[in-house]
Each structure stands twice: as structure tokens, then as C-alpha cells.
């Protein structure tokens, strides 16, 4: 939504300010609706070939994001820290209960006590797949954090495809709008013989072009590229917390520890107060 009140104000900045200065705004609105079918439909168009429908897809899931927000708030963290609390600790007294819990994390009561993680197919993969590897003896610390910083940074790849081809997409729309007010000038051209005020309209509307290319990709495409890569990011700090939490327990630290590593790994904005995560676990030993 913040992304969406930027554009407006960009775009009252923008227009407002043109025809404070004493612009006409007809010129534009006439050409308007051209331009943005050269312009915007060259883009789309391009987009559509330069990309697979994988990325066509996360585009469009990334672009619901940039209205929706970041999806994990200071609850979620305190959530994750209160599960992955509970799974160490049924770890260390009863590892039969836990594997039994993490091979059907689907239908364990456990994960479904906090419905945004278990819905979350990476969160769940993470947790469970990395503690099966524990029960399976690889005990080796050092080879499940790299196990896991490896499937982390995998994961941050594939969630910013859809920012890096909003990115070339903002990168191509100025030329796309010299496209466009080349064309016009063609045209402009082509009417050579008309009166001057009429060939001063023609030009000025290929020139729309231009500023159209330049101010999506600017004003709007760019800044929505950029934002949707913070959110993706922000998502992988949520990730990034569960290898804190897990490697750490690898190294034979108690849950509680191992509990609070993360919890100070949390970004600031989201992290849990130490007094608020201790009454989290403490409302949940007791309903328990």
C-alpha cells in the first residue's frame, strides 16, 4: 500500500506541478493513451519474451506483495522462536516424538498451533528437512550449516527473480520512449505541410513519449523493482533465523539458547523483546 501512495504522490508531484507552471495538460491527456500502447505494450510484450512463465508468474505474485506488504510481522518471529523452542526441547527428551512430529508436520499438532509457518512450504521445508538430517547422524555442524547457507542463498535467488525482470524492464522503458517519439516525429513528418500551431501539437505529443518512458521507468517500474527486493529479502532474514536457531543446537546448546541466538538475529523492526518471548513460551509450556 506504501508503494501505491508513493506513485500517487509522484504522480500529483509530477502533473500538479506541471500545470502549476502553466502547462497544458491536454497535449498529454490526448496522447496519452497512444503513447502508453507503444510504450507499455512494447514492455509488456518484451517482458513476456525475455522471461519464462515461472518468473512471469512470481512477477505477478510479487506485485500482490508490493500492495500486501511484508509477510512476516513481529508475531511470526515470535511464533517461529516459540516452535522451533518446542521442537528442540522435544529433540532432547523424546528425538521418536520429534521425528514423528517433523515427517508429517502437515497433521502434527505441534506445527499447528501457529498456521502462518505451517502453511509456509520453505519454513516447513527448512525445519523439518534440516532436523531429519540431524536424526540421520549428520552431526557434523560445520557440513549442515553449509548445507543449509547453501539452500538459503539458493532460496534468495529464485525470490528476486521477479525484481531483477521488473528491473530490466525499467531499465528498457526510455528507449521504448524514443521508440514511441520517433514514431511521432515520423508522423509529425509525414504532415509537414500543415500549420505551424498544428505541427507544435504533433511534435509536443511525440514528445510525450519520451517523458513517458523516462517517468515509468523512474518514477514507477524502478522504485517497484527496488521495493519488491526489500520484501523478498526481509522474508530471507525469517528464514535465515531458523539456521541461526538450528545450527546453533547442532553445537549442542541448550533450546533456550539456542532460542535467543535467533531471537537477537531477528530483524529490529520484527525482533520479540526478550520479556515478550519469555511470556510467549511461558503461555505456551502452560497451555501444554
Given at each position: 500500500?506504501?508503494?501505491?501512495?508513493?506513485?500517487?504522490?509522484?504522480l500529483i508531484m509530477v502533473f500538479g506541478g506541471?500545470?502549476?507552471?502553466?502547462?497544458?495538460?491536454?497535449?498529454?491527456?490526448?496522447?496519452?493513451?497512444?503513447?502508453?500502447?507503444?510504450?507499455?505494450?512494447?514492455?509488456?510484450?518484451?517482458?513476456?519474451?525475455?522471461?519464462?512463465?515461472?518468473?512471469i508468474k512470481h512477477t505477478g505474485a510479487d506485485?500482490?506483495?508490493?500492495?500486501?506488504?511484508?509477510?512476516?510481522?513481529?508475531?511470526?518471529?515470535?511464533?517461529?522462536?516459540?516452535?522451533?523452542?518446542?521442537?528442540?526441547?522435544?529433540?532432547?527428551?523424546?528425538?521418536?516424538?520429534?521425528?514423528?512430529?517433523?515427517?508429517?508436520?502437515?497433521?502434527?499438532?505441534?506445527?499447528?498451533?501457529?498456521?502462518?509457518?505451517?502453511?509456509?512450504?520453505?519454513?516447513?521445508?527448512?525445519?523439518?528437512?534440516?532436523?531429519?538430517?540431524?536424526?540421520?547422524?549428520?552431526?557434523?555442524?560445520?557440513?549442515?550449516?553449509?548445507?543449509?547457507?547453501?539452500?538459503?542463498?539458493?532460496?534468495?535467488?529464485?525470490?528476486?527473480?521477479?525484481?531483477?525482470?521488473?528491473?530490466?524492464?525499467?531499465?528498457?522503458?526510455?528507449?521504448?520512449?524514443?521508440?514511441?517519439?520517433?514514431?511521432?516525429?515520423?508522423?509529425?513528418?509525414?504532415?509537414?505541410?500543415?500549420?505551424?500551431?498544428?505541427?507544435?501539437?504533433?511534435?509536443?505529443?511525440?514528445?510525450?513519449?519520451?517523458?513517458?518512458?523516462?517517468?515509468?521507468?523512474?518514477?514507477?517500474?524502478?522504485?517497484?523493482?527496488?521495493?519488491?527486493?526489500?520484501?523478498?529479502?526481509?522474508?530471507?532474514?525469517?528464514?535465515?533465523?531458523?539456521?541461526?536457531?538450528?545450527?546453533?543446537?547442532?553445537?549442542?546448546?541448550?533450546?533456550?539458547?539456542?532460542?535467543?541466538?535467533?531471537?537477537?538475529?531477528?530483524?529490529?523492526?520484527?525482533?520479540?523483546?526478550?520479556?515478550?518471548?519469555?511470556?510467549?513460551?511461558?503461555?505456551?509450556?502452560?497451555?501444554?
Open positions: 500500500m506504501v508503494a501505491l501512495l508513493g506513485v500517487l504522490l509522484t506541471y500545470a502549476l507552471a502553466g502547462g497544458k495538460l491536454g497535449i498529454i491527456i490526448a496522447a496519452l493513451p497512444f503513447e502508453m500502447m507503444i510504450i507499455g505494450g512494447a514492455a509488456m510484450g518484451a517482458f513476456i519474451a525475455g522471461n519464462n512463465m515461472a518468473v506485485m500482490k506483495a508490493l500492495i500486501s506488504g511484508p509477510r512476516f510481522g513481529k508475531k511470526d518471529y515470535q511464533d517461529l522462536l516459540c516452535l522451533l523452542h518446542t521442537l528442540l526441547n522435544l529433540g532432547a527428551k523424546d528425538p521418536t516424538e520429534l521425528e514423528k512430529a517433523i515427517e508429517d508436520p502437515g497433521n502434527s499438532p505441534i506445527f499447528q498451533e501457529y498456521p502462518n509457518i505451517a502453511k509456509d512450504k520453505h519454513a516447513i521445508e527448512i525445519i523439518c528437512d534440516t532436523m531429519r538430517s540431524m536424526i540421520m547422524n549428520f552431526d557434523n555442524a560445520f557440513q549442515v550449516e553449509e548445507m543449509l547457507e547453501k539452500q538459503l542463498l539458493q532460496m534468495k535467488e529464485d525470490s528476486l527473480h521477479g525484481a531483477h525482470a521488473l528491473g530490466r524492464m525499467a531499465d528498457a522503458l526510455p528507449a521504448l520512449g524514443i521508440v514511441a517519439a520517433v514514431l511521432g516525429v515520423i508522423k509529425t513528418m509525414a504532415s509537414i505541410d500543415k500549420p505551424p500551431e498544428i505541427l507544435g501539437q504533433m511534435i509536443g505529443s511525440a514528445l510525450v513519449g519520451t517523458f513517458l518512458g523516462v517517468f515509468l521507468a523512474y518514477g514507477i517500474v524502478g522504485p517497484w523493482a527496488e521495493r519488491i527486493k526489500q520484501l523478498r529479502e526481509e522474508e530471507q532474514a525469517f528464514y535465515g533465523l531458523i539456521r541461526e536457531v538450528l545450527v546453533h543446537w547442532l553445537h549442542q546448546h541448550p533450546a533456550v539458547m539456542c532460542v535467543e541466538v535467533g531471537r537477537r538475529n531477528a530483524p529490529d523492526k520484527v525482533r520479540p523483546s526478550f520479556l515478550e518471548l519469555d511470556d510467549a513460551i511461558r503461555s505456551m509450556k502452560k497451555a501444554a
